[in-house]
């Protein structure tokens, strides 16, 4: 089936650098794909939607020039947090459209990335 | 906008007994709806969907769920649970689109 793949699964950095996050759809290609970030014990929360070519959109109250998103190709989207800081810290997951949904909008979800920001 | 609420945060289970996640969703217009699957560390796994049609949906690993509209529920059940079926479920429904808004989550802990 189809694979999501995100890199690095874990990263520790201090306060104040940035941090880049990659998610790669493998075997299929991906025009959109989906930033979410979960708090421990709670829900994902969709951060924005990468759009391969243009500029990513956006939910409200998620700060652009924080969360720096990608969409070069057609199989990669990078999630940058610039000048990040401990509340920064979550676990970070990407998801694509998954080829042959069965009619529906079945979504490919990556294996996510902890970010720990010290 | 639509929203989802799962009733039941945690739910502790004995291996072998049979379990229901609760989960209802909010919408004034027909929405598809999911269970989705998180084990520790782990991206999210689909296990079911409802896009329409018949109201009983089975997916995997033994789990189904039925759509309820006028309940506008969608709970999920398993007849008899495993240990390895301890994780965190997640109920997603989305305007047919791919944004998906995910309840709050519900701890599955199956005990020998």
């Known amino acids: 089936g189809a694979v999501v793949s995100q890199h690095p699964s874990r990263v520790i950095c201090k306060s104040g650098t940035s941090v880049k996050i990659e998610c790669r759809s493998l075997d299929f290609q991906a025009t959109t794909m989906f930033w979410y970030r979960q708090f421990p014990k709670q829900s994902l929360m969709l951060m924005a939607t990468s759009n391969e070519g243009s500029k990513a959109t956006y939910e409200q109250g998620v700060e652009k020039d924080k969360f720096l998103i990608n969409h070069a190709s057609l199989t990669l989207s990078t999630l940058t947090v610039t000048s990040a800081h401990p509340e920064d810290s979550s676990f970070y997951i990407c998801?694509?459209?998954?080829?042959?949904?069965?009619?529906?909008?079945?979504?490919?979800f990556g294996a996510g990335s902890r970010l720990t920001v010290l | 906008a639509q929203s989802v609420t799962q009733l039941d945060s945690q739910v502790p289970v004995f291996e072998e007994a049979p379990v229901e996640l609760r989960c209802n969703y909010s919408s004034s217009v027909s929405v598809y709806l999911f269970w989705y699957v998180q084990y520790p560390n782990q991206g999210l796994q689909l296990l079911l969907k409802?896009?329409?049609?018949?109201?009983l949906v089975k997916g995997i690993n033994g789990f189904e769920a039925e759509f309820n509209k006028s309940q506008t529920s969608f709970h999920l059940r398993k007849p008899s649970v495993h240990i390895s079926d301890t994780a965190e479920y997640f109920c997603?429904?989305?305007?047919?689109?791919?944004?998906?808004?995910f309840g709050a989550g519900t701890t599955v802990t199956v005990r020998a």
């Open positions: 998801s694509a459209p998954s080829p042959g949904g069965g009619g529906a909008n079945v979504l490919t």
């Open positions: 409802y896009l329409s049609g018949s109201t």
């Open positions: 997603a429904v989305t305007l047919h689109d791919y944004k998906l808004s």
